[in-house]
């Protein structure tokens, strides 16, 4: 089921960024989307991330093959045809049209499922919540280094003096500093 057309351009890039991703990386992407469907296809998934290393000039930093090494993997996995039936097979299931076969690209067509369902489903890890995690990992950094600035102004104005008299300076500026751009 080709619907990139149908699909908007967030899902376009998206689904081309996963296609850019390693063998092994998309088989874990489709593999944590339909989990629930084909958990019990996890060996014959993972032969098929084997045969796609093994076929691939670039072993298992490669991302995708061409037509000849696609061919080569579809006689393999016997699921030989001629070569018309072949390009009208890779026609199918290249939904990026890039002229290459992804691995993930490969499974959406063997178990007949289409790229917003896939896109729509939620990761074993959930990448939403990864760059959430890392955005507030960021933010709690900056709030550390604040405090710890806060800390050591405190402790110059503690001491008195003239570092002292600068010190509650600049803390005064640091508390009444507009912390828009944290947002």
């Not at 919540?129 to 604040?146: H, N, P, S, T, W």
Request: a negative charge.
């Amino acid at each position: 089921t080709n619907n990139m057309a149908a699909g908007d351009q967030a899902d376009i890039q998206y689904f081309d960024e996963v296609c850019k991703r390693k063998h092994k990386a998309q088989a874990i992407f489709f593999l944590n989307a339909y989990w629930a469907e084909y958990a019990d296809q996890a060996e014959d998934c993972w032969s098929v991330y084997q045969l796609f290393c093994e076929e691939d000039k670039n072993g298992d930093e490669g991302t995708c093959v061409d037509e000849f090494v696609s061919h080569k993997i579809l006689e393999r996995r016997g699921e030989t045809l001629t070569v018309l039936k072949l390009r009208e097979r890779l026609r199918k299931i290249d939904l990026n049209q890039d002229g290459m076969m992804s691995i993930i690209e490969y499974f959406l067509n063997k178990y007949e499922r289409g790229v917003k369902e896939l896109l729509s489903r939620p990761q074993g890890t959930n990448e939403m919540l990864v760059r959430a995690q890392r955005a507030l990992d960021d933010v709690i950094a900056i709030i550390a280094a604040i405090e710890k600035k806060k800390a050591d102004l405190n402790a110059k104005i503690a001491k008195g003096g003239i570092k002292g008299n600068i010190a509650k300076q600049e803390l005064f500026a640091l508390e009444n500093n507009d912390p828009t751009e944290l947002n």
